[in-house]
């Protein structure tokens, strides 16, 4: 269907929402003026097809060096140049790797430098109408896309809901000026550091002090600084102070309230997402909403990385995600993915934001008093989540610590009570549970190979390869990079000259093409079929074994056999005992990693490996 983006403004408009685009202050709300047809479409017939790829945009290429504004490269917290145009150029380079889908980091406007540090990552949103000039312009991201989809590959933008940049202080002292101060002299009173862009949290919200003791809630004063971006926020409702939560910082993540409720650190200031327009008078979740919808409309992207989900209620997700996909279906777009990131190693928490459970009927209906499109909600949530328990769990406690393989297979069996099991309606056709997204490494861990191996490298990226799930791999990682903590596992990939020939690049290449090439991989049901809690010297120390088949493979089956023991040879065989797998007798394995070993399933499904598997190294095994 060809939709006409200037009926679509005013239909954004008939639909109650703020026109951003009515917004003064010069400010180009969705690239005024370079509106033109676009058609938006389904690319993704199946996301378990997909290999994803983050990328953050400003440390990945320049190709534009017109918008190099402010460009530091000496230093890890400054803009480095990266852009869309970067990326765009180097497609056949991601596509040569196996990749079909990019993760691009946030596109939006955002608060430019603040206290010596850029926002290059891109999460401290000023103006979600806006693109962010350091990446490009709207004809330049949607150049990218239009690239990628020519490939057959996707883009997914990362978005924020929970938060805003540093947009605001807390007059405490209502002097009208952002205060950094000390009060008290530690004698005849306590001494208190307040720092008004960032104080700590008051479950009553942030209260103003006069020298006569507490004045009420303090006021909340929007800075205005445009050579830095420190300007009002926009779309419109975010200048209503209603619109955030106001009670100053977190300090403890395990105090619900300040979970959900306070401000991120950095001063990141925590929106109010439990508002709508019809209940609350603040239409806070029909922005978030418009403004998101707006840039699938107007660029085609296929999907969201929706950050800080955990710290946003359950409710916005059900408003978010349900009105989404509705409002995109009906312009066309299908398929279109939304997992969420719960920095979190608890399953059930993780999880939780793929259930479809509808709340309590009170709870519901008072829900339901946002929406006046008649279709009323009901318990769906997101499609995937970032699967941040295997991360901690697999990916560091094994395959960098060389902890226990028992731990995985009673992670995946409690995948079955934690994550949903039906797929959201509108959504991608798939249930949560089958879909996690598989990773290693992001830009908020250090790199595998900060506290890893090589070895340990290829044997994780064979883990999240063969899965189930979406794999998921963070840009660098074909070429090595080895870096920390936050900026330090954020570094500029252009210097490396974008080489094909590696032996990590090489190995993706390897396993992307045996993912490719095998229904069982990408679609299989799993039943783990060896784990050990043995970490030393017996036999199967290390060893970890799990089929793929049935489920939506068809006839197809893989094994996947994997040892991560960083110093000996194991094997799934324990006193004798050798694993026994649910292929029938006789059925011929070969291993599509390279080595030329072949297997024949023996009576009653044995499997003997023999020799046993080399430190850290796996088989991949399918019919011949
Ligand atoms: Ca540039
Ligand atoms: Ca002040
Ligand atoms: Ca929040």
Redesign the pocket.
């Known amino acids: 269907m060809k939709q006409s983006l200037r009926a679509s403004v005013l239909a954004f408009v008939a639909l109650g929402a703020l026109a951003a685009t009515l917004q003064a202050g010069g400010c180009m709300s969705y690239e005024e003026g370079q509106e033109g047809d676009i058609l938006m479409s389904s690319q993704v017939v199946d996301w378990r097809d997909e290999v994803i790829y983050q990328v953050l945009v400003d440390r990945f290429a320049?190709?534009?060096?017109?918008?190099?504004d402010r460009?530091d490269r000496t230093a890890m917290g400054r803009y480095h140049?990266?852009?869309w145009?970067?990326l765009e150029d180097h497609l056949d380079y991601l596509q040569d790797l196996g990749v079909t889908t990019i993760w691009i980091s946030p596109i939006v406007k955002n608060v430019d430098t603040d206290a010596g540090f850029d926002a290059y990552h891109g999460y401290w949103m000023q103006d979600l109408t806006a693109l962010n000039p350091?990446?490009g312009d709207l004809p330049a991201l949607r150049s990218l896309v239009f690239a990628a989809h020519a490939k057959k590959m996707k883009v997914i933008v990362d978005i924020v809901t929970n938060h805003m940049g540093q947009l605001f202080y807390y007059d405490i002292n209502m002097n009208g000026e952002p205060d950094d101060r000390v009060a008290g002299d530690g004698s005849s009173s306590e001494v208190t550091h307040i720092n008004e862009y960032d104080p700590d949290f008051d479950p009553r919200g942030v209260q103003s002090r006069t020298s006569l003791g507490e004045a009420g809630p303090a006021p909340v004063i929007f800075v205005y600084d445009p050579a830095t971006n420190h300007m009002p926020p926009m779309p419109e409702v975010f200048q209503d102070p209603r619109a955030f939560n106001r009670k100053g910082r977190t300090v403890n993540f395990d105090d619900p309230d300040q979970l959900i409720h306070g401000d991120f650190p950095g001063g990141l200031k925590d929106i109010n997402t439990k508002l709508c327009g019809p209940r609350d008078g603040v239409p806070v979740k029909e922005a978030m909403v418009d403004s998101y919808a707006r840039w699938v409309e107007l660029t085609d992207i296929d999907g969201f990385r929706i950050d800080t989900v955990k710290h946003v209620e359950r409710e916005f997700w059900r408003f978010f995600a349900q009105k989404l996909r509705q409002r995109l279906h009906a312009g066309g777009k299908n398929n279109f993915i939304m997992f969420g990131e719960a920095f979190d190693g608890r399953d059930n928490l993780v999880g939780a934001y793929t259930l479809t459970d509808p709340p309590p009927p009170d709870q519901l209906a008072l829900e339901n008093q946002c929406v006046t499109d008649g279709v009323p909600l009901t318990g769906d949530q997101l499609d995937s989540v970032f699967y941040f328990p295997q991360y901690f769990q697999a990916i560091r406690d094994v395959f960098q610590s060389g902890l226990s393989t028992k731990r995985i297979e009673d992670l995946w069996s409690q995948r079955k009570n934690d994550f949903g099991t039906t797929a959201p309606e509108l959504g991608i056709g798939v249930p949560p549970m089958d879909v996690p997204i598989n990773f290693i490494d992001n830009h908020d861990v250090p790199r595998f190979l900060f506290n890893g191996d090589e070895a340990g490298l290829r044997n994780a990226l064979t883990f999240i390869f063969t899965a189930q799930g979406i794999p998921c791999l963070y840009y660098g990682t074909e070429q090595e990079f080895s870096g920390g903590n936050d900026p330090s596992n954020r570094e500029d990939l252009w210097p490396t000259g974008f080489p094909t020939d590696g032996p990590t690049f090489t190995y993706i290449q390897k396993l992307a093409a045996i993912r490719r090439s095998s229904n069982a991989i990408r679609k299989g049901a799993v039943t783990v079929v060896w784990s050990s809690d043995r970490t030393n010297d017996e036999d199967d120390a290390g060893v970890f074994a799990f089929e793929r088949a049935g489920g939506d493979a068809g006839n197809d089956y893989a094994l996947v056999i994997l040892n991560a023991n960083q110093k000996k040879a194991s094997a799934p065989v324990f006193q004798g005992t050798p694993m026994k797998v649910n292929a029938e007798e006789g059925t011929q394995l070969v291993d599509r990693l390279g080595s030329d070993r072949t297997f024949t399933v023996g009576a009653g499904g044995t499997l003997v490996v023999s020799p046993p598997l080399p430190p850290q190294s796996a088989l991949v095994l399918t019919r011949p």
């Not at 320049?62 to 190099?68: A, E, I, L, M, R």
């Open positions: 320049d190709g534009d060096q017109g918008n190099d460009v140049g990266g852009d145009k970067g350091h990446f």
